[in-house]
């Protein structure tokens, strides 16, 4: 008997680990890179940062100081990132790595060569304040307040083709994300909705346990939550991409989700050079181009969730 393909586990459960997708050097070369990167952010010298105590964006340091501590670095491909040239390469190298779009292909059904869109890429951290930190239960866009139908008409439905799929990859072993399988493809229980978001367990979580270099998708929709232990080393590499096929509300309603973080204020500056003039360089100024086109199709697009 075959295993099942990551697909199938992903649209079972909700989620799928791939074990020791990274080599010892890539773990080593992005390891350095995001801890430069978190001291520079911690020290209020990169102002694009999830800070502790707002879990969703807008994200704005004016209102939520950098000095009430960071769990979270955004935008690793921006052209300003305050990095020497090999480690901002480092980060552009694995978000457009043949090895992670193939496998990204293979989740949205998406044949080569085109098709791919750029979308998200940070890095989530330990709170640098050294407190423990949890987010609350939810869905990334589908808000609490939705009704049984409401979840019903927008959740994963048997046979169908994901518009997007994002992973964690985590640099050093991480526990952090919480989450209820097979709740990708339902709405919530009695139970799940009178359960207080904050905290507390719900029926049949799971927490997942990831080794360094290890890598998880999962549907951006099921029910989780992440639990940050305070003194506990935490770097995980948190990206997404899309298909462009589609329109109409669902290319709204991802548009959104994606341009929600302010990625399209900076991505025609990105600096792919490092991926030389191959066949990886086509390929993400392909995905780059297909998010700015996104991006004027939907226009204003507001936030997924308030928190």
Sequence with gaps: MTNPSPL???????????????????????????????????AGQWPHVRTTGKQFPPWDPSLVPHSAGIWGVQHLLHPSLPLPPSQREAFVKLYFSPALLSLSREILSLPPPDGLVMELFNLLCGPSDGKGFELSWHRDDIPASATEEEERERVCKPGEVYSHTQWNLPLYDDSSLVLVPGSHSRPRTAAEREADPHGGDLEGQVVVELKAGDLVFYDNNILHRGVYSGGKQRMTLHGS????????????KRARNVLQHGVGSWVE?????CLGEGEERKTAEGMRRRLVEMGRAAGEVGYSLVG
């Design 269 to 273: 500056r990105a600096d792919f050079s």
């Design 8 to 42: 199938a586990r992903l649209t079972t459960h909700g989620y799928v680990i791939i074990p020791s997708f990274l080599p010892p050097s890539t773990l080593s070369a992005l390891r350095t890179a995001s801890s430069t990167l978190i001291s520079l952010s911690s």
């Design 241 to 252: 991409v899309g298909r462009a096929d589609g329109g109409g509300e669902g290319m709204k």
